[in-house]
């Protein structure tokens, strides 16, 4: 996917607040917009006014933004298609895991999942789910890993000393 992909996506909304907002949040939840203009996670319909809410803008905007979306057509194959993944992030404490979030410098960059991944699997760590927050529909992607039970200092202290490495949070169960 070309990089400037997010771009272009909200270069096409530039001269209105409010739409930027409703498809800055269909891309943060991952919903998509159906043929028929409907804002859905799977298929279940999310009605226009929680929509709205949560974007801070009026249901017509909205309705609005889905119609420009799908009489665009590079838009309306983005939005036909993406979809959200279940996260254990909110919950791990609860069920005894742990959640590293990760910030890099440069999270297009390659072998950046490896290179961690690596470096948990030495200190004989298991990791439960891993997700990457996607570089091109995302100001600040993270990479959230959960793991079983928690996770030693050192573990926080060799990931936060990988050269691309920004930023390494710890939430423990």
């Known amino acids: 996917m070309p990089q400037d992909v997010r771009r272009r996506i909200m270069g096409k909304f530039d001269g209105s607040p409010g739409q930027r907002a409703v498809v800055e949040l269909l891309l943060e939840r991952g919903f998509s917009v159906n043929d028929e203009g409907r804002v859905v996670s799977g298929g279940i319909e999310i009605p226009y006014t929680q929509v709205a809410?949560?974007?801070?803008?009026?249901r017509r905007v909205v309705d609005s933004t889905t119609d420009a979306i799908l009489a665009d057509d590079e838009l309306g194959d983005i939005f036909r298609n993406i979809s959200s993944i279940p996260s254990f992030r909110d919950v791990a404490p609860v069920l005894?895991?742990?959640v590293l979030t990760i910030r890099v410098d440069d999270a297009a960059s390659t072998g950046v999942v490896a290179e961690i991944a690596r470096?948990?699997?030495?200190?004989e760590v298991s990791i439960r789910q891993a997700v990457t927050d996607d570089p091109y529909f995302t100001d600040e992607p993270r990479f959230t890993v959960i793991t079983n039970g928690e996770v030693s200092g050192?573990?926080?202290?060799?990931?936060s000393q990988l050269g691309f490495v920004e930023k390494v949070d710890l939430l423990s169960p």
């Open 96 to 98: 005894g895991l742990s």
């Open 53 to 58: 809410d949560e974007a801070g803008v009026d």
């Open 119 to 123: 470096v948990i699997a030495e200190e």
């Open 154 to 159: 050192v573990l926080v202290k060799r990931i």
